[in-house]
């Protein structure tokens, strides 16, 4: 505490004796006011003459700048946009070019199944003819065949039922007088 009330009287003695801090000190007003405006225009000049032009032309750069990188961005938009629209258009082609070639590859499968069809159908008319041929021949051979299983069959019926035989144009004249 000692040391501390020594320290308290020296910086009085240091200060001419007064106890009031020095810049609120009225008998020092008018000389921190005269070194305040000499300080003041020192900084207002330099501040003029050297920073705010530096800072000036930094912006300008800047503004420059960005106004530059704002430009290019807007023409790689446009250049985007256009790709973007070639791409869109050659897409088009191609999905209409695909259609087209699926239609043709349709149209041609369709053609060539319906010549293959009627190729087959031209085969199975000739097989259905020369069947209906042989049909109607075996048929006309069956037919001529009949007078003689009839009478056969007929002769076979007399002897069982009634005992006795009976000719072969006894036979024939009742067949064809039963057929008209």
Known sequence: MFVTKALAATEEAAH??????PPF?????????????????????????????RISSILEVRRDRISRDLDAAQRLKEE????????EQELAEAR?????????????????ADAERSKVEAE????????????????????AQVDTIASDTASAIVKELIGGSVTKAEIGKAISASSR
């Open 96 to 112: 209409k070019s695909a259609h087209d070639i699926a239609r043709e590859a349709r149209d041609e499968a369709k053609a060539k």
């Open 25 to 53: 000190d009225s008998s020092s007003f008018a000389s921190q006011i005269f070194w305040l405006a000499i300080t003041f225009g020192i900084f207002y000049w330099l501040m003029s003459k050297m920073v705010i032009p």
């Open 124 to 143: 199975l008319d000739e097989k259905i003819a020369e069947s209906e041929k042989q049909i109607a021949e075996i048929k006309k051979k069956a037919l």
């Open 16 to 21: 001419g004796g007064s106890g009031a801090f």
């Open 80 to 87: 985007a946009d256009a790709a973007e629209a070639a791409y």
